[in-house]
């Protein structure tokens, strides 16, 4: 009877978060945090490299955090939470991809003179 | 009566499994509304109508210590989950309180920016940039708000009722969605806060 109970009890502990994985998600999420900061406010590399450099950094920070903080990778077998976040984290890719795309394409392929037609002639958008 | 607890500690486990995970499902649909909100603010970004750029706006070492306040409140929610796994009523309290605390200054630091650019003459009617701005900050802001009234109605009833077994899966959920808000915050620094400084 004690065993059983014992090993309930440790199979909690066991799934169960400790201090060192929140100070290990904090200090380097502050790391994190402070890296970018001082690349942009001392302008260090041209802007497509700053901008793929802070986007990378936050795309990390998020991974650390949902390891440290929402322990995603202590899940146990049936991953449901993982594999909605990843069918859901594809939805929004296809959404912000594609209103990024579109609208930039936009801009593009429209001069300035088709835009004063469309506006003073036509019926506007 | 010793299988009957095991298998009341496992049918209880399995049913808090269930919740998180239904509650798992609600934060990744509020993710993919955070989602576009952040679409439209890059589309928008460029759309000042004649007003500030994001580069006039927005002021670099608030908006860091802005992040910062989030980022602590976050791992002192983490802390009380550690304590409410020790069963240690007194630790909850004080972590959760102090979450709070963190947490009601970075939405009165986020309001008072707010209030700033507005007093400036540049509130959400000035262009499509601001519009957007301040939808995305707002929302973040509003759900800030909720955690936060949510927080405080735990902790009267951790000190009215005790560290109850429903009662320590709402504080687990409130947990997921303060760290959540926290992801969610960690975009809004980078593409609006670190991006108008490039």
């Not at chain 1, 929140?22 to 970018?36: E, N």
């Not at chain 2, 955690?147 to 405080?152: A, D, E, Q, S, T």
């Amino acid at each position: 009877m004690t065993n059983v109970i014992q090993t309930t009890d440790n199979l909690k502990e066991n799934r169960g978060p400790k201090l060192s994985t929140y100070i290990t998600g904090f200090a380097s999420s502050i790391f994190l945090t402070l890296i970018p900061y001082f690349l942009v406010t001392n302008h260090i590399g041209s802007t497509y490299v700053l901008l793929t450099v802070i986007l990378f950094f936050a795309l990390l920070q998020m991974i650390v955090q949902l390891i440290f903080f929402l322990h995603l990778g202590r899940e146990t077998k049936p991953r449901w939470k993982l594999a909605v976040m990843i069918s859901f984290v594809g939805i929004i890719l296809i959404i912000v991809g594609g209103s990024i795309w579109i609208m930039a394409h936009l801009n593009y392929s429209m001069s300035l003179l088709q835009l004063n037609n469309l506006m003073q002639y036509g019926e506007g958008f | 009566m010793n299988s009957v607890t095991t298998l009341n500690l496992k049918k209880e486990t399995e049913n808090n499994d269930k919740t998180t995970l239904g509650f798992w499902i609600y934060l990744m649909t509020d993710l993919v509304m955070f989602g576009v909100l952040f679409a439209t603010y890059t589309v928008l970004r460029g759309n000042t109508f004649g007003g500030p750029m994001d580069r006039n706006v927005f002021n670099l070492p608030f908006a860091l210590s802005e992040t910062l306040i989030l980022l602590t409140s976050s791992f002192t929610c983490g802390l009380a989950i550690l304590a409410l796994q020790q069963k240690n009523k007194i630790q909850v309290i004080l972590w959760f309180s102090l979450t709070f605390i963190l947490g009601i200054t970075f939405l009165i630091l986020e309001l008072s920016e707010f209030s700033k650019l507005i007093s400036e003459g540049n509130s959400w009617q000035r262009s499509g940039f601001l519009s957007a701005y301040f939808t995305l900050v707002g929302t973040h802001g509003l759900h800030i708000t909720a955690g936060l009234i949510w927080m405080i109605i735990c902790l009267f009833k951790i000190w009215k009722e005790g560290l109850t077994s429903s009662l320590s899966r709402k504080l687990t959920l409130l947990s997921l969605f303060w760290h959540f808000l926290d992801i969610v915050w960690i975009f809004i620094f980078t593409i609006v806060y670190l991006m108008s400084g490039i």
